[in-house]
Structures are given as structure tokens and as C-alpha cells.
């Protein structure tokens, strides 16, 4: 089967910047998402790459390399409301998501 | 605004019940899907419909079933429920083969 791998958690501080990376298989690759996730929450939808390079989108960037089978998310001046977990997942052949087991971004002041 | 509505955000049920989760969407999608998601295990697709009373497998369906009579409701049926079946049950649509719409999800404990 395909793998997204992600880091498991990773603690940064308010106002830094964090950058979440996620690595995939490329055969079948049809886009790469992040969604976000707060504790309790459903996921919620922040970027999709189809192309090669990076989508900014006010606080948060996602960079995407087909060649390479890898994508980050960057958040930029970090709030505690952006602590939540941010999920990976990788749009495939059959155009369904496969989904990785998500990074739990800790936020400390 | 999209909107995917769960039936129940809490729900406690013993080993051998039948267990219904429901889930309406209100945008005309055609596509929902049924997930389950466990701690360190990411989001595992049990079921998914791309339209009217089709159905289609994902990767865990054993134990479940699935029912889609109307294009805004997908049900999610466990015929006897199991302990192992203890988990958050999120349910999703979407237009096109892109974005997904995520209800609050069901956490379904199974005594």
C-alpha cells in the first residue's frame, strides 16, 4: 500500500515558525492536502498542491515536489489557536484520499 | 457554507447491538464517505458512495455496512457491534474528487 509519513508531534513557540513535513509515494499521485484538526474536532480543509511550488495562504504556506514525493506546511507567526494536529493526505489514482496518521503541533507561549 | 451533520456526537452501545450512525449533507454532493479514526493510526476509509445507492469498499469494511437511499444521507450500520469497533467515526463529502467536508464526528464507545 501507499505511505504518508509525517512526524508524530512537534512543540514550537508563539510567534516563531514551524514547518510540517510529509513524504509520499508519487505512483498514482493525484494532489496533496493538509487539513487541520483541533483535539475533539473534525478536520478541517487548508490547502490542496497539485503543481510544484509553493501556495501561500495568509499565515500558512504548503510546498509541494512531485519529483521527490514531498510537501510541507509552513506556519508562519504562530498563534495558540494553531495548536492541532495537521493531517497529510495524498489524492491517488482512484481519486480518494490516503491519509496520514497526522503531526500534533504543540504551541508554547 | 457546506454543512455534514452526524447524528450523534456521543454514543454508548453493548457488544452484540446494532448500531446506526447517520449523516446528511446539505449540498448536493455526490460523493460521502465513512471513516474511522484511532489514535496514531491516521483516517481509514471503511465505505464510500459516489452516488445514490452505490456503495463502494475502502480499506476496513469488515463489521460495517453502509446504506445510501437519498443523495444527502449516508448511514453507517454496524450489524453487531464489537469492542474493537471503539472509535471516532468521521463522516465526509465532497463535489468533485478534491476537497472533503467533515462532520463533527461520532465517538462510539462499545462496552
Known amino acids: 500500500g501507499q505511505n504518508i509519513d509525517q512526524p508524530t508531534e512537534m512543540t514550537a513557540t508563539e510567534g516563531a515558525i514551524v514547518q510540517i513535513n510529509c513524504t509520499y509515494q508519487?505512483?498514482?499521485?493525484?494532489?496533496l492536502f493538509w487539513y487541520q484538526q483541533h483535539a475533539g474536532e473534525a478536520p478541517t480543509f487548508l490547502s490542496y498542491?497539485?503543481l510544484d511550488g509553493l501556495e501561500e495562504k495568509g499565515r500558512f504556506s504548503s510546498f509541494l515536489s512531485r519529483s521527490k514525493g514531498y510537501s510541507y506546511l509552513l506556519l508562519k507567526e504562530l498563534q495558540m489557536k494553531d495548536s492541532a494536529s495537521y493531517l497529510c493526505?495524498?489524492?491517488?489514482?482512484?481519486?480518494?484520499?490516503?491519509w496520514g496518521a497526522g503531526t500534533k503541533l504543540i504551541i508554547k507561549p | 457554507d457546506v454543512k455534514v451533520t452526524q447524528s450523534s456526537r456521543y454514543l454508548v452501545k453493548r457488544t452484540g447491538e446494532k448500531v446506526f450512525l447517520e449523516c446528511v449533507q446539505d449540498?448536493?454532493?455526490?460523493?460521502m464517505f465513512w471513516y474511522r479514526q484511532d489514535p496514531g493510526l491516521g483516517l481509514r476509509l471503511i465505505y464510500f458512495?459516489?452516488?445514490?445507492?452505490?456503495?463502494e469498499k475502502g480499506d476496513i469494511p469488515e463489521g460495517y455496512s453502509v446504506s445510501r437511499e437519498k443523495k444527502e444521507r449516508f448511514s453507517l450500520i454496524l450489524e453487531s457491534a464489537s469492542t474493537n469497533q471503539t472509535s471516532m467515526y468521521l463522516c465526509?463529502?465532497?463535489?468533485?474528487?478534491?476537497?472533503?467536508?467533515f462532520g463533527p464526528g461520532t465517538r462510539l464507545t462499545v462496552l
Open positions: 508519487t505512483s498514482g499521485f493525484n494532489g
Open positions: 493526505a495524498q489524492g491517488d489514482s482512484n481519486y480518494q484520499l490516503i
Open positions: 458512495s459516489y452516488d445514490v445507492k452505490m456503495k
Open positions: 498542491n497539485v
Open positions: 449540498m448536493d454532493h455526490e460523493n
Open positions: 465526509a463529502s465532497s463535489l468533485t474528487y478534491n476537497e472533503q467536508f
